[in-house]
């Protein structure tokens, strides 16, 4: 008996060894305290055409009329694709693009133009509701090499130039119209933009690090606004890192956590590195996720919730 509980400790340790070796990270600080959020998600809510997939969810938004778009990596380039509220294919939008390379978000503004973020191209390019193209932000870079390494840990920002990006990732506006960009992989920084100038008086007010690792977050709209963040640690096949990331959670502006939902894993209600969320309605959500090469629509059931830290 003693000999098989030494082993058995032998094993733990050896375990606790392997995952502080592979840089797992801790859980959340706020998983422990936060409430659970029941929800339902939607079965088979997007219908492609046979023989059309989507590859790795990059980007989800929605419009005015409810009108579903993703933005995804396919072996293609990127594309990106118009779905009825109900998940019906409606239309492919700028099919070969040039500034089509590398997905990283679509988002809609409040006039329904779609705008996409395409980090391999150092892009973000304006659509009408129409689709056609409006406006364009950034230039390819010309020499055909490809995507650029990300820098390594530590590395200095390159010195800013104002109209070119490093791998931007995702694109939103003020009340004013004035455009602000996450210039992202490479750049390290969040540029402003109003229709002739460029801006660098952003501030920042305050730093939510209870939540893990916010790889997606989105606001909902209306007089009282909740922020979700996704904790989703790097996209890998590791099991160890599904038992410290894969929950949603929702907050108050101000950090507070309301309650979280949902696990790392690969069926539905689960979650596999969520990139991007559309929140436009509270309880009625999108997430699109890299390794699930899906998007899921979440319908959220809230209790009585209490905040938590």
């Not at 594309?79 to 019906?88: A, H, N, V």
Request: proline content about 7%; some cysteine.
């Amino acid at each position: 008996m003693k000999r098989g509980f030494g082993l058995g400790v032998l094993v733990l340790l050896l375990a606790g060894i392997t995952q502080a070796q592979q840089n797992v990270p801790p859980p959340a600080k706020a998983f422990a305290t936060a409430p659970e959020i029941p929800y339902d998600s939607v079965p088979n809510f997007l219908k492609l055409p046979t023989g059309l997939y989507l590859g790795e969810g990059i980007g989800v938004a929605t419009n005015s009329k409810g009108h579903v778009f993703v933005y995804t990596r396919s072996g293609e380039a990127s594309r990106l694709f118009e779905f009825d509220p109900k998940g019906t294919l409606v239309r492919e939008i700028g099919k070969g693009l040039y500034g089509f390379q590398m997905a990283h978000a679509v988002r809609v503004d409040p006039q329904d133009n779609i705008w996409v973020v395409d980090e391999g191209t150092d892009m973000v390019i304006k659509f009408s509701p129409d689709g056609r193209v409006a406006m364009t932000m950034g230039r390819r870079l010309e020499f055909g090499g490809g995507l650029r390494a990300t820098p390594a840990p530590g590395t200095t920002p390159p010195p800013p130039d104002p109209y070119r990006f490093g791998r931007p990732t995702d694109v939103a506006w003020d009340a004013a119209g004035n455009i602000f960009v996450s210039d992202g992989y490479t750049n390290s920084r969040v540029v402003k933009y109003d229709k002739n100038v460029l801006s660098n008086d952003l501030m920042v007010k305050a730093i939510y690090d209870n939540v893990g690792a916010p790889w997606a977050v989105c606001i909902t709209p209306g007089p009282h606004q909740y922020l979700y963040s996704s904790n989703s640690n790097p996209d890998n096949n590791n099991s160890l890192f599904n038992v410290v990331s894969g929950e949603i959670y929702k907050m108050e502006l101000d950090g507070r956590v309301l309650g979280k939902f949902g696990k790392g894993g690969k069926q539905l209600k689960e979650f596999t590195t969520v990139h991007a969320m559309d929140c436009r309605n509270e309880n009625d959500l999108l997430t699109a996720e890299i390794t699930g090469w899906r998007v899921q629509k979440l319908l959220l059931h809230p209790q009585v919730q209490t905040s938590s830290r």
